[in-house]
Nanobody, 118 residues
Framework: QVRLTESGGGLVQPGGSLRLSCAAS????????MGWYRQAPGKQRELVATITLGGSTNYDDSVKGRFTISRDHAKNTVYLQMNSLKPEDTAVYYC????????????WGQGTQVTVSS
């Protein structure tokens, strides 16, 4: 069973930065699309960013220009660099592979909490 382990979250002031990591227990070199998702309290989980094997990226409009997704196949890790953080970015962040129909490929990990507050 594939295990996804997210880390790097924390408490940060508005305007600050964090870098999230997602370590996979399998090679991600065979997974075309990897993505970062987030779930804020009382809201449904939403897709934040995706990256393909070819390096193509897509971002939700709410994070475009502030977040950058990347992947390191040697480390089987996907990253999310988050800059200019806003209070509305507060959520638990998860990563997952994504099937071509957009559905998640694996069981969810425990996520990592990001709290943006002064």
């Amino acid at each position: 069973q594939v295990r996804l382990t997210e880390s790097g979250g924390g408490l940060v002031q508005p305007g600050g930065s964090l870098r999230l990591s997602c370590a996979a227990s399998v090679s991600i070199a065979s997974i075309n699309t990897m993505g970062w998702y987030r779930q804020a309290p009382g809201k449904q989980r939403e897709l934040v960013a995706t990256i393909t094997l070819g390096g193509s990226t897509n971002y939700d409009d709410s994070v475009k220009g502030r977040f950058t997704i990347s992947r390191d196949h040697a480390k089987n890790t996907v990253y999310l660099q988050m800059n200019s953080l806003k209070p509305e970015d507060t959520a638990v962040y998860y990563c997952n592979g994504q099937w071509s129909n957009g559905s998640p490929r694996f069981s969810w990990g425990q996520g990592t909490q990001v709290t943006v507050s002064s």
